[in-house]
């Protein structure tokens, strides 16, 4: 299962790298639960300097306010798991990097339920030429699957993008 996830993320990578090299589009994550996974997962394949601008590791309630600026109110107030602090996420993402596509990443990939929120349920918000998009995802697995899950959806749904 774990092997067949690693390759498909391979694939969905390479492709990605491919059709935003031809389109010119930069990429760059803040991530949290993933603890630069995407990035990991983007950077195993070829070309992707071609690409990948940047990529911020943002675990901790302090690393998402000193680096991307997300209000603590905000943490305070809706909790790391949600898409108010997604939204911040990537406002501050924006601000450090001049890329076309940004994803924003946090979530619990268990083993425990954390603050009230199931293992499993991960936020993500990506913005692509200024719009965007906010999903809910509750995967099934263990930590590395559902850390997997999360990096095929993100490179999923940047795919459909460039292949418009």
Request: proline fraction near 1%.
């Amino acid at each position: 299962m774990k092997e067949n996830l690693r390759d498909e993320i391979g694939l969905l990578a390479r492709k990605m790298i491919d059709l935003a090299i031809l389109k010119n589009k930069k990429i760059s994550f803040a991530e949290s639960m993933t603890g630069g996974l995407l990035a990991s997962s983007l950077t195993n394949e070829s070309g992707a300097s071609k690409v990948f601008e940047k990529s911020y590791i943002v675990y901790s309630d302090e690393a998402k306010t000193e680096i991307l600026d997300v209000e603590t109110k905000t943490i305070k107030d809706f909790s790391v798991y949600s898409f108010e602090t997604i939204e911040e996420m990537l406002d501050g993402l924006k601000e450090k990097t001049k890329s076309d596509i940004l994803v924003a990443v946090s979530g619990v990939a268990g083993p425990n339920p954390d603050q009230n929120r199931n293992v499993g349920e991960v936020y993500i918000g990506v913005m692509i030429d200024e719009r965007i998009e906010l999903f809910l995802k509750n995967f099934e697995g263990d930590r590395e699957i559902i850390r997997l899950e999360t990096v095929k959806f993100c490179f999923n749904h940047i795919l459909k993008y460039l292949q418009k």
